[in-house]
Every structure is written in structure tokens, then in C-alpha cells.
């Protein structure tokens, strides 16, 4: 089964994201997300893999779904 994007995923660095690719229908080309969901806020590590695990496992069923 081929898949019209790239599941979420969380890129840790000075700057703590969450990304994913989808490709347009219409003009067939990917275009990349990417949001902190204020993961940057919080100071502890544990909290923000915490929350970044809800946050991507939420993306990736409405990608899954086709939302």
C-alpha cells in the first residue's frame, strides 16, 4: 500500500519540532509541516517527549484516516 505522505516525527536539536510531509492531490508536489506545539516551553525533557508522543501519535491517525 503506497501512502500520500511521511508520518510525523520529532526532531530534537537547540529548536524541538514535530514534522511531516504530505503530498498536495492536485499539483502532486510534498510540502513539509512543521510545528513546536510550544514543546519549547516546558523544561523538562521527560514532559516534552511526553507531550510530543500524544502530539504525533494524534498527527499520524489523521494522516492514516486521510483527515
Known sequence: MVYNFIPAKLT???VWYISWTVT???TL???RFKRTFGLNRLTSKRMRRTLARKYIQRINQQL???V
Open 12 to 14: 530534537v536539536g537547540k
Open 29 to 31: 508536489e510534498r510540502k
Open 64 to 66: 492514516f484516516a486521510g
Open 24 to 26: 498536495d492531490p492536485d
